[in-house]
């Protein structure tokens, strides 16, 4: 998918949109994340490390670089809503925007009724996020469950470690049986993100855009699936999962967390969760190279 970023080009305001594309090819590989903030700086995140972006797409030191008008701003936010903020209010309420190839997440100041918020009033960063899709980027983890059978697995890490680009590559491989038999793969895919547009591949079936318990619920209930796969999990989900290794689905999921105890507090893995991830996925990333570390439990 060597042209993502080509496609999340085309959101920007044709400024930033022109600075981005004269990036270095070596740069534009490992780009991303690419950061608007309304009167504040373009941001430019590639390898894990944050630059200011110059016209001509030089990188530079962040107090030096382009400055976001509220006029760019605000279209990216048209671009990315097809010019209706609106149709877009549950998601955006959310903190995220969902589109090809990406999603945008988004913050500013929020409007709260009841405990919960409502909506943004004013919407003041827009995070575009750059998903590839590295085909054999899971194969190691594939390849270990063809010598013993898919198992619950649960892939962790800070953010930016290459966990969703981990599960993404995981459902390809299985539902297509490469280095394994084929399995029924079916994606709780919340935030349209694990399945990229042209990127679905062998026995995969895709619930999106529906709150993850209610998506595993549904895909048990109704695909017989032999693999449920979904992104950063919580605690509202951990009953729902329980139930569907309960059926004997396998799960491959991933969370946020620095190291095995946080899982531990959250109630992913410990005393009777033994059942649930007995395999520990840790993602790591080192100058732009996805990678892991595997322990059983």
Excluded: W
Aim: charged residues 25%.
């Amino acid at each position: 998918m060597e042209n993502c970023l080509k496609k999340v080009l085309e959101y920007l305001p044709d400024r930033l949109s022109e600075a981005v594309d004269m990036l270095p090819e070596n740069v534009k590989t490992k780009t991303d994340e690419l950061r608007l903030r309304r009167g504040g700086l373009f941001s430019v995140t590639a390898g894990g490390r944050n630059y200011g972006l110059l016209p001509g797409g030089r990188l530079c030191r962040l107090p030096e670089g382009i400055t976001v008008t509220p006029e760019e701003t605000d279209e990216c936010l048209a671009r990315l809503c097809e010019s209706s903020l609106y149709s877009y209010d549950d998601t955006i309420r959310r903190g995220y925007i969902p589109f090809p190839f990406g999603r945008a997440g988004v913050c500013g100041e929020a409007v709260c009724e009841g405990g919960t918020v409502a909506r943004l009033k004013t919407i003041t960063s827009i995070n575009l996020r750059v998903h590839r899709f590295i085909p054999d980027c899971a194969a190691g983890i594939v390849k270990r469950y063809a010598r013993g059978g898919v198992c619950g697995t649960l892939i962790y890490s800070p953010p930016g470690m290459g966990k969703t680009t981990l599960l993404r590559s995981a459902a390809a491989l299985l539902a297509e049986g490469k280095y394994t038999r084929p399995y029924r793969v079916a994606v709780a895919d919340e935030r349209n993100e694990i399945i990229l547009p042209g990127c679905r591949h062998g026995l995969t079936d895709v619930i999106s855009g529906c709150p993850k318990a209610e998506a595993v619920e549904m895909l048990c209930r109704c695909m017989s699936p032999e693999v449920i796969i979904c992104d950063e999990i919580g605690r509202a989900e951990t009953e729902q999962l329980l139930k569907a290794a309960d059926c004997g689905t396998a799960l491959i999921c991933s969370a946020h967390a620095a190291d095995t105890g946080s899982l531990e507090d959250r109630g992913f893995i410990g005393p009777g969760r033994k059942n649930l991830f007995p395999l520990l996925i840790r993602a790591t990333r080192t100058d732009g190279i996805y990678g892991f570390t595997a322990e059983e439990i």
